[in-house]
């Protein structure tokens, strides 16, 4: 038996990515583009008459900058590379991308017209919410423990491509179903009928784990967002909101530097003077954000590594401030709410349905 050794890389290996981002990355900073290992992936260069910012996902490139910058990155890259040059972004990694003159709209109305058809849900009547709030009838409670005649879903049933495919959505462009999602892929392993009929109607059981959610807005548009179950049993109500906040402290900090590093290479303006206000409507934990790790009879179980927020406040990288819960936009993604306060909340998120766009121009990013 004979083996052969490849002395370049070749095309569909596990680490052709790799070698292919070297390559790029190699050839983008000997031209005096940067980066950094917040963000490896976006390569900048600033010069006199403007700056380029290169977004690389694997052989994908989205150009951004001046104009005269913009020509001066593609004419370069064409130079050492076969590239092929399809002007303004429309299409990118699933997402459908519109220009207006007052802003942008990312949607992914495509791929989910796909879905509905794929799932013979193209002809069903839509909903206002993805889910209603908690029945109090326990013989509609759909997580109501399993009767001994109910069976499992077999494997015709599609259950699982069903998550996936809405896990891609509510990941990309539909933050509105996050919290619905994470709760069904909770029953991936043994669904029942009910969850696959009732998915329309489902609601929060949290079965002695609370949940931790969070969004980041940028002028009034989501730009990250999560809804998972937390890891460990928390005791009281401050307690799953310090572990929350946690949570969304640490995505805090990566987007800062992230923001920092792209605005201080393009020469604008520093953030660093300006810290991130987080909302939180529970009192007990924003005392105990502010005055630091108070080991107190309630308290002091709680793990003093969860109050790295403290620190994060004390150096005036983030500002905790309290707000009603009627208007915590982080309810989409820990609880069913009622259909007026949810339509509330995701238009305060940025999202709007397509029927409602004026086509001339509206600023939003998120579309349904």
């Given at each position: 038996?004979?083996?052969?050794k490849l002395q370049r890389s070749l095309y569909g290996l596990k680490q052709s990515?790799?070698?292919?981002?070297?390559?790029?990355?190699?050839?983008?900073?000997?031209?005096?583009?940067?980066?950094?290992?917040?963000?490896?992936?976006?390569?900048?260069?600033?010069?006199?008459?403007?700056?380029?910012?290169?977004?690389?996902?694997?052989?994908?490139?989205?150009?951004?900058?001046?104009?005269?910058?913009?020509?001066?990155?593609?004419?370069?890259?064409?130079?050492?590379?076969?590239?092929?040059?399809?002007?303004?972004?429309?299409?990118?990694?699933?997402?459908?991308?519109?220009?207006?003159?007052?802003g942008v709209l990312v949607h992914q109305s495509t791929y989910i017209k796909k879905?509905?058809?794929?799932?013979?849900?193209?002809?069903?009547?839509?909903?206002?919410?993805?889910?209603?709030?908690?029945?109090?009838?326990?013989?509609?409670?759909?997580?109501?423990?399993?009767?001994?005649?109910?069976?499992?879903?077999?494997?015709?049933?599609?259950?699982?491509?069903?998550?996936?495919?809405?896990?891609?959505?509510?990941?990309?462009?539909?933050?509105?179903?996050?919290?619905?999602?994470?709760?069904?892929?909770?029953?991936?392993?043994?669904?029942?009928?009910?969850?696959?009929?009732?998915?329309?109607?489902?609601?929060?059981?949290?079965?002695?784990?609370?949940?931790?959610?969070?969004?980041?807005?940028?002028?009034?548009?989501?730009?990250?967002?999560?809804?998972?179950?937390?890891?460990m049993v928390a005791t009281s109500s401050n307690h799953s909101e310090i572990l929350?906040?946690?949570?969304?402290?640490?995505?805090?900090?990566?987007?800062?530097?992230?923001?920092?590093?792209?605005?201080?290479?393009?020469?604008?303006?520093?953030?660093?003077?300006?810290?991130?206000?987080?909302?939180?409507?529970?009192?007990?934990?924003?005392?105990?954000?502010?005055?630091?790790?108070?080991?107190?009879?309630?308290?002091?179980?709680?793990?003093?590594?969860?109050?790295?927020?403290?620190?994060?406040?004390?150096?005036?990288?983030?500002?905790?401030?309290?707000?009603?819960?009627?208007?915590?936009?982080?309810?989409?993604?820990?609880?069913?709410?009622?259909?007026?306060?949810?339509?509330?909340?995701?238009?305060?998120?940025?999202?709007?349905?397509?029927?409602?766009?004026?086509?001339?121009?509206?600023?939003?990013?998120?579309?349904?």
């Open positions: 038996m004979y083996s052969i990515g790799r070698m292919w981002y070297n390559r790029l990355s190699e050839y983008l900073l000997k031209e005096g583009y940067v980066n950094n290992p917040i963000c490896p992936c976006i390569f900048i260069k600033k010069s006199e008459t403007g700056f380029a910012i290169i977004a690389v996902y694997v052989d994908d490139l989205n150009l951004v900058g001046t104009p005269e910058e913009l020509t001066r990155t593609t004419n370069y890259l064409k130079k050492e590379f076969e590239m092929k040059d399809l002007g303004k972004t429309k299409f990118c990694l699933g997402l459908q991308i519109e220009h207006f003159p007052n879905v509905l058809k794929r799932f013979y849900m193209d002809k069903a009547h839509p909903l206002s919410s993805p889910m209603v709030v908690r029945s109090l009838d326990v013989k509609k409670d759909p997580f109501r423990p399993c009767e001994k005649d109910e069976e499992l879903l077999g494997p015709e049933v599609p259950y699982l491509s069903a998550i996936g495919a809405l896990m891609y959505l509510a990941n990309c462009t539909r933050p509105d179903i996050a919290f619905s999602v994470n709760l069904l892929a909770r029953y991936s392993s043994a669904p029942t009928r009910r969850h696959w009929n009732d998915a329309g109607y489902l609601s929060d059981p949290h079965k002695g784990r609370s949940q931790t959610g969070y969004v980041f807005n940028c002028n009034g548009t989501a730009i990250s967002w999560r809804s998972v179950k937390q890891t929350a906040i946690h949570e969304a402290s640490r995505e805090c900090i990566w987007l800062r530097s992230m923001i920092q590093h792209i605005r201080e290479s393009c020469g604008l303006s520093s953030i660093k003077g300006d810290p991130t206000t987080l909302f939180e409507d529970n009192a007990a934990c924003i005392a105990q954000i502010t005055g630091g790790y108070i080991k107190g009879d309630r308290t002091k179980h709680i793990s003093p590594k969860f109050f790295y927020t403290h620190e994060l406040q004390k150096s005036g990288e983030i500002d905790v401030q309290q707000i009603r819960s009627s208007d915590n936009l982080a309810d989409l993604f820990t609880k069913s709410l009622p259909t007026s306060t949810f339509k509330k909340l995701i238009h305060r998120i940025g999202m709007r349905q397509l029927k409602d766009i004026d086509m001339r121009g509206s600023m939003l990013v998120k579309g349904c």
